[in-house]
C-alpha cells in the first residue's frame, strides 16, 4: 500500500488490458472535487441516498479521450478509478490532478 | 405509421412478485463476461463428441425470435427500417455490443458488429481464437438470424446464419452472413417465464443491518445499459443483461446430449461444468460487486460484522433477476443454507422437460459454494485481486466450501435449496 501525504493506494488490480486503483483520500469527494475533474467529463450521481439514509450517493465520471473512470461515494473518502490503458503515464497524470485537488482543498 | 421519434422502445418491468425482469415475454438476467465466455468455452471443450455449435446459435436464434416477434405484434405498423432500428437499440441496451443490420433483407444478407460481448470479452479473458477455431460471437450470430427472421414476418427455423469475421481471428469486427436455411430445421418455441412461482416480497431478516429491499429498490433503479460501445461496464465487470431461457437451453441441451451420448457418466460431467461455471461466476460477479464502487457506496455502510457480507451480497442477487433467494441458516466458517424461490433454472427446466431424477439447478449450486469461499475461505474484505490464482487458492484448496442442492423443484420438492459446507 503506498502511503503518501495526498492519498493512499489501497489496491492495485492489474488486469490483461487495463488497470484499476483504489485510492483512500484525505478528503471526502465533494462538489470541489467535481469541479477539479469536470475537465474529464459530466458527473453521473446515482442516488443511493434516496433508498438507504445511510449510503453515500455514487457519483461517476468518465472519459472516453482519456480512457479514466472515476468512481466513489460522494461524502466518502474511498475513489475508484479504472484506467483504460496499461500507460504509467496515465496514472502518473491522474494522481497529478489528485495531489493538486487536495492541495488546492486544502488551502480553502 | 410511426416516425423513428415516436417508436414506443423495448422496456422491460421486473416484477418484484418473482423478481424477474421480463422484456416482451422474454426474462433477462445479469451475467458477467466471466461466466458468459465460460459457460461457451465448457460447451465447446465437448465439440468432439457432440455437434455442440447449434445448441450455442440456434438456441439464440429462438429466443431473439420470440422477443422480437412478440414486439412487432404489439407495435403494429413499424417499417423493415424501424423495426431494425429496435433491434440495434436492444442489442446495444442489453451490453450485447452494436450491430448494423442495414443490408439485411427478408432473403438475409450481412450484419456488422463494431463491437460484439462474446469477442472483445474472450480477447480479454483468454486471447486469439485459432485458426480453426469458429469465432466467439456464437450467441451474436444466433440472435441475428432470429431478429431477421422477426424483422420481416418469416418463420422461425427459415434463416441460418454464420461468423465470418471475428476480433479473436484477427479482424476488426465481427461480420455474420445470414441466408435461407438449406436444411429444414426445427427450431422450439421459447418457454417465455417458463413455470415460474409468485411469492410475497422477502421479510426482512431480523440478524443483519443489511436493508434487502431498499437495496434491491436502489439496484433495479439503476440505469444499466450498455454505453457508447453497447458494452456494459459495472460492479467491475463487463455485464450483459442477457436471455435466462438462453443459458438454461444451452446448459440443459447439453446436459440432455451427454446423456443421451453417455449416460450417467455425461451427466456428471455437465453437471460439474456447469457447477464449475457457478463457480466462476460468483468469483467474478459477486467478487467484482464487493469490491465495486457501488458496494463502497450503498452496502459497507450498513456493515458491521463478517455475515453482512454474505446478507449484502444475496440482496444484490435478488435485484439480478434470478429469482428471490433466502438465507434459511449461516453458520460462520461453517454452512450457509439458501432457498431459492422461482429460480430461473427450475422455471426452463420444468417447462421443458418437467420432472428431473436428478437436481438441475447448477449455476445457484455453484454461486452459494461460491458466497462461503469468497466471505470464509478466501477474504473478499480485503479487497484481494480477483486473479486465476486467487480463484485456486479459494476454489481448489483442501479446505473449500463445496454445494450441494438438498431440495429440487424440477425433482418434485416445494423450493430449492442449497447448502455449501467444508467435505
Known amino acids: 500500500m503506498a502511503i503518501s501525504q495526498f492519498f493512499e493506494l489501497r489496491e492495485i488490480k492489474d488486469c490483461r488490458k487495463y488497470r484499476k486503483h483504489i485510492y483512500c483520500l484525505p478528503q471526502v469527494l465533494d462538489a470541489s472535487f467535481i469541479a477539479h475533474f469536470s475537465f474529464l467529463g459530466s458527473p453521473k450521481i446515482t442516488p443511493f441516498r434516496q433508498f438507504v439514509a445511510d449510503a453515500h450517493d455514487l457519483l461517476t465520471i468518465r472519459s472516453d479521450t482519456f480512457g479514466i473512470e472515476l468512481a466513489g461515494g460522494l461524502s466518502g473518502n474511498d475513489l475508484f478509478v479504472t484506467f483504460g490503458s496499461k500507460d504509467q503515464s496515465l496514472v502518473d497524470f491522474l494522481e497529478d490532478e489528485l495531489r493538486q485537488w487536495v492541495t488546492q482543498s486544502r488551502t480553502n | ?423
Open chain 2, 1 to 423: 405509421m410511426n416516425t423513428t421519434q415516436t417508436i414506443p422502445s423495448l422496456t422491460g418491468e421486473f416484477h418484484k412478485n418473482r423478481n424477474a425482469f421480463v422484456v416482451q415475454g422474454e426474462p433477462l438476467i445479469f451475467h458477467c463476461h466471466h461466466y458468459n465466455t465460460f459457460l461457451q468455452l465448457s460447451l465447446e471443450e465437448t465439440k468432439h463428441y457432440l455437434d455442440v455449435y447449434p445448441i450455442l446459435q440456434d438456441s439464440a436464434q429462438e429466443i431473439a425470435y420470440a422477443q422480437f416477434s412478440n414486439y412487432f405484434e404489439s407495435v403494429p405498423g413499424l417499417s423493415a427500417a424501424e423495426r431494425k432500428q429496435v433491434v440495434s437499440q436492444a442489442f446495444s441496451e442489453f451490453g450485447f455490443g452494436i450491430v448494423r443490420l442495414d443490408e439485411l433483407s427478408s432473403q438475409g444478407g450481412t450484419a456488422v458488429m463494431p463491437t460484439e460481448h462474446y469477442s472483445a470479452t474472450w480477447m480479454l479473458k483468454y486471447g486469439p481464437r485459432t485458426a480453426y477455431d469458429r469465432g466467439a460471437a456464437l450467441f451474436a450470430t444466433g440472435f441475428v438470424a432470429g431478429a431477421t427472421e422477426a424483422i420481416f414476418d418469416r418463420p422461425l427455423g427459415y434463416l441460418e446464419a454464420r461468423q465470418i469475421e471475428c476480433p479473436t481471428k484477427g479482424h476488426s469486427q465481427c461480420t455474420v452472413v445470414v441466408s435461407p436455411s438449406l436444411n429444414k430445421r426445427s427450431l422450439e418455441a421459447s418457454p417465455a417465464e417458463g413455470v415460474y412461482e409468485e411469492f410475497t416480497p422477502l421479510v426482512q431478516p431480523q440478524d443483519t443491518g443489511i436493508r434487502y429491499e431498499a437495496i434491491q429498490n436502489a439496484l433495479t433503479g439503476m440505469p444499466i445499459a450498455g454505453g457508447q460501445d453497447g458494452l456494459i461496464q459495472a460492479f467491475g465487470v463487463t455485464l450483459t443483461r442477457h436471455y435466462a431461457n438462453y443459458y438454461a437451453r444451452i446448459s440443459y441441451r447439453l446436459l440432455k446430449a451427454m446423456e443421451a451420448k453417455f449416460g450417467t457418466d455425461g451427466v456428471n460431467i455437465v453437471k460439474d461444468l456447469l457447477v464449475e461455471a457457478g463457480h466462476v461466476c460468483a468469483f467474478n460477479t459477486f467478487g467484482g460487486i464487493m469490491e465495486s464502487a457501488e458496494w463502497n457506496a450503498l452496502i459497507q455502510p450498513m456493515i458491521s460484522s463478517r455475515e453482512d457480507w454474505v446478507h449484502g451480497i444475496v440482496a444484490c442477487v435478488n435485484a439480478l433477476g434470478w429469482g428471490q433467494w433466502e438465507i434459511k441458516e449461516l453458520v460462520p466458517y461453517q454452512k450457509l443454507v439458501i432457498e431459492v424461490k422461482s429460480g430461473y433454472e427450475a422455471n426452463a427446466y420444468i417447462q421443458a422437460f418437467g420432472q428431473s431424477e436428478y437436481p438441475v439447478s447448477f449455476l445457484v449450486t455453484g454461486g452459494v459454494a461460491g458466497i462461503m469461499n469468497l466471505i470464509y475461505n478466501g477474504d473478499i474484505t480485503e479487497t484481494p485481486e480477483l486473479s486465476e490464482a486467487y480463484y485456486d487458492h479459494v476454489f481448489k484448496s483442501s479446505d473449500k466450501f463445496s454445494a450441494q442442492q438438498t431440495q429440487c423443484r424440477a425433482m418434485g420438492d416445494q423450493v430449492d435449496r442449497f447448502e455449501a459446507t467444508k467435505r
